[in-house]
């Protein structure tokens, strides 16, 4: 008897909390966040310039609510690119997450939420190609404070009624995702229905529900394998390797011509990147149902070149490093920099101490990042108009490179084994250690890993370290954020 009160005692805590973290990342505060008119600002390989030619002063307040006549330069086109980004944050009322109670990643699934959006963007770079942005991107509504705290006063009760009485939500009636036909017209609007199409089943391998491919409950389920449960912190290291087995176990159709590498102690072997693009079987034609986008390899609007063989696949290449010791070493800011300057970059997932956020872009000596710390409502992706508002950020955030947590995964897109060999001849020139900069953050080796057998006599558990840590060391250097 005991021990069922006690159980009982310990369920209904966790869900108090997980209704406190819904209420309390509801609250969504408008901020503004300033930009240099005299320095250019870098967003995953792509440069704007904001000054104007007859304007002299410092700097502008980027605001998503702020008159379109401030914009100068291209500061609209910058806007548009990265509100086009897929962004995912916390939700709640979503379906109970495997192994566990809990309805909502409120409060810890932020490191989860961040690797989401790096593979949402290899993703992006695979099907529609760098240059594809959302058409209804500029017609996002900013985040509105007062909005936001209205909605999350109904949501505590909301959330308390459901947590308290397992109520089932509108996910239990959930059917596969579905997309109409494309209407007859222009190619130019076929083109664009086209594009859609892509992008609105990008989204949906990232739905909130069992079903969905890259979603929440499929990461946590895998997560289980590692040792790690909902409610948990994940480090930048151990969600690659949750990414990784994601992508490699995925059996939609449309995730057939791509698959995930993660790096070996900071060391990228070509032999093993250039096997994961040969496809071990290729999913046959007939096999491709609606709920995937056509074939990106038979299709013009895809980022894939007819130059691809039709059977090769392309690799997401994620490389856990570590940037310093207990804080980030200055030296590796040039770096970053450089690292975020490429169009086949895709981001580093990492944050500070108790946030972990998706870096995309820097300017001057601040990283621009995409921020997971909003709790929104289930959106059921299954449905074919599902509102796709949610899943796009208007409001872009900086923070200064020395608050940067050491730890983080940085992660490419590579689309064929020519296109590697092109990354990995400049990426070993843009990691030549300076004078001030001893030791490389990661770096390129021929042969498999296997060949050096460098794992040889480790647990499960140290191979997925980014690094082998020095055991005399009491003091905790991880990249695993406490997350409150």
Same mark, same amino acid.
């Given at each position: 008897?005991?021990?069922?009160?006690?159980?009982?005692?310990?369920?209904?805590?966790?869900?108090?909390?997980?209704?406190?973290?819904?209420?309390?990342?509801?609250?969504?505060?408008?901020?503004?966040?300033?930009?240099?008119?005299?320095?250019?600002?870098?967003?995953?390989?792509?440069?704007?310039?904001?000054?104007?030619?007859?304007?002299?002063?410092?700097?502008?307040?980027?605001?998503?609510?702020?008159?379109?006549?401030?914009?100068?330069?291209?500061?609209?086109?910058?806007?548009?690119?990265?509100?086009?980004?897929?962004?995912?944050?916390?939700?709640?009322?979503?379906?109970?997450?495997?192994?566990?109670?809990?309805?909502?990643?409120?409060?810890?699934?932020?490191?989860?939420?961040?690797?989401?959006?790096?593979?949402?963007?290899?993703?992006?770079?695979?099907?529609?190609?760098?240059?594809?942005?959302?058409?209804?991107?500029?017609?996002?509504?900013?985040?509105?404070?007062?909005?936001?705290?209205?909605? @999350?006063?109904?949501?505590?009760? $909301?959330?308390? %009624? &459901?947590?308290?009485? =397992?109520?089932? /939500?509108?996910?239990?009636?959930? !059917?596969?995702?579905?997309?109409?036909?494309?209407?007859?017209?222009?190619?130019?609007?076929?083109?664009?229905?086209?594009?859609?199409?892509?992008?609105?089943?990008?989204?949906?391998?990232?739905?909130?529900?069992?079903?969905?491919?890259?979603?929440?409950?499929?990461?946590?389920?895998?997560?289980?394998?590692?040792?790690?449960?909902?409610?948990?912190?994940?480090?930048?290291?151990?969600? @690659?390797?949750?990414?990784?087995? $994601?992508?490699? %176990? &995925?059996?939609?159709? =449309?995730?057939? /011509?791509?698959?995930?590498?993660? !790096?070996?102690?900071?060391?990228?072997?070509?032999?093993?990147?250039?096997?994961?693009?040969?496809?071990?079987?290729?999913?046959?034609?007939?096999?491709?149902?609606?709920?995937?986008?056509?074939?990106?390899?038979?299709?013009?609007?895809?980022?894939?070149?007819?130059?691809?063989?039709?059977?090769?696949?392309?690799?997401?290449?994620?490389?856990?490093?570590?940037?310093?010791?207990?804080?980030?070493?200055?030296?590796?800011?040039?770096?970053?920099?450089?690292?975020?300057?490429?169009?086949?970059?895709?981001?580093?997932?990492?944050?500070?101490?108790?946030?972990?956020?998706?870096?995309?872009?820097?300017?001057?000596?601040?990283?621009?990042?995409?921020?997971?710390?909003?709790?929104?409502?289930?959106?059921?992706?299954?449905?074919?108009?599902?509102?796709?508002?949610?899943?796009?950020?208007?409001?872009?955030?900086?923070?200064?490179?020395?608050?940067?947590?050491?730890?983080?995964?940085?992660?490419?897109?590579?689309?064929?084994?020519?296109?590697?060999?092109?990354?990995?001849?400049?990426?070993?020139?843009?990691?030549?250690?300076?004078?001030?900069?001893?030791?490389?953050?990661?770096?390129?080796?021929?042969?498999?890993?296997?060949?050096?057998?460098?794992?040889?006599?480790?647990?499960?558990?140290?191979?997925?370290?980014?690094?082998?840590?020095?055991?005399?060391?009491?003091?905790?250097?991880?990249?695993?954020?406490?997350?409150?």
């Amino acid at each position: 008897m005991e021990n069922k009160g006690s159980d009982e005692v310990e369920t209904l805590k966790t869900k108090f909390l997980s209704v406190w973290h819904n209420v309390k990342y509801s609250w969504a505060l408008k901020s503004k966040t300033s930009f240099s008119r005299n320095s250019p600002v870098f967003l995953l390989g792509k440069c704007y310039h904001f000054k104007a030619e007859d304007d002299d002063s410092a700097t502008e307040a980027f605001n998503e609510a702020s008159d379109k006549d401030s914009v100068t330069g291209n500061a609209e086109a910058f806007r548009k690119d990265f509100a086009s980004r897929v962004w995912l944050t916390y939700r709640e009322e979503l379906p109970p997450l495997p192994s566990s109670p809990l309805t909502s990643d409120c409060g810890w699934g932020c490191m989860l939420r961040a690797g989401q959006m790096m593979l949402a963007q290899a993703l992006t770079l695979h099907f529609l190609g760098r240059d594809w942005t959302w058409s209804e991107a500029m017609s996002l509504q900013p985040l509105d404070a007062e909005t936001w705290t209205a909605t @999350a006063a109904r949501r505590l009760v $909301a959330s308390l %009624e &459901a947590s308290l009485q =397992g109520s089932p /939500g509108a996910y239990d009636q959930a !059917s596969p995702p579905t997309h109409q036909a494309p209407a007859r017209g222009s190619a130019e609007e076929a083109d664009a229905h086209l594009k859609e199409m892509y992008h609105r089943t990008l989204v949906s391998w990232f739905g909130d529900s069992p079903s969905a491919e890259l979603g929440l409950h499929r990461l946590v389920a895998t997560g289980l394998t590692m040792g790690k449960q909902a409610g948990d912190w994940y480090g930048p290291s151990v969600v @690659a390797h949750i990414l990784k087995k $994601a992508v490699e %176990e &995925a059996m939609d159709p =449309g995730l057939a /011509g791509i698959t995930a590498y993660v !790096s070996q102690d900071c060391t990228v072997y070509s032999a093993d990147v250039i096997d994961s693009h040969g496809a071990p079987g290729a999913a046959p034609a007939s096999a491709e149902g609606p709920e995937a986008p056509p074939s990106p390899q038979s299709q013009q609007p895809v980022s894939v070149s007819a130059s691809v063989a039709p059977d090769a696949r392309a690799v997401v290449i994620l490389i856990p490093v570590r940037l310093g010791g207990e804080k980030t070493n200055p030296d590796y800011f040039n770096l970053a920099k450089s690292i975020l300057s490429l169009d086949y970059c895709i981001g580093i997932i990492g944050g500070k101490p108790k946030q972990a956020c998706y870096f995309v872009g820097f300017q001057d000596d601040s990283l621009i990042y995409m921020d997971p710390h909003y709790c929104q409502s289930f959106v059921d992706v299954s449905t074919s108009d599902f509102p796709l508002q949610s899943f796009h950020c208007p409001s872009p955030k900086k923070m200064p490179f020395s608050k940067m947590d050491p730890s983080c995964t940085i992660g490419f897109y590579s689309k064929s084994a020519q296109d590697y060999e092109r990354i990995s001849q400049e990426l070993s020139k843009v990691l030549q250690p300076s004078a001030k900069e001893k030791y490389p953050a990661f770096t390129f080796m021929q042969g498999h890993g296997r060949d050096y057998d460098l794992s040889a006599g480790l647990t499960p558990q140290k191979r997925e370290w980014p690094f082998i840590r020095d055991p005399r060391r009491t003091v905790t250097t991880t990249g695993d954020f406490v997350l409150l």
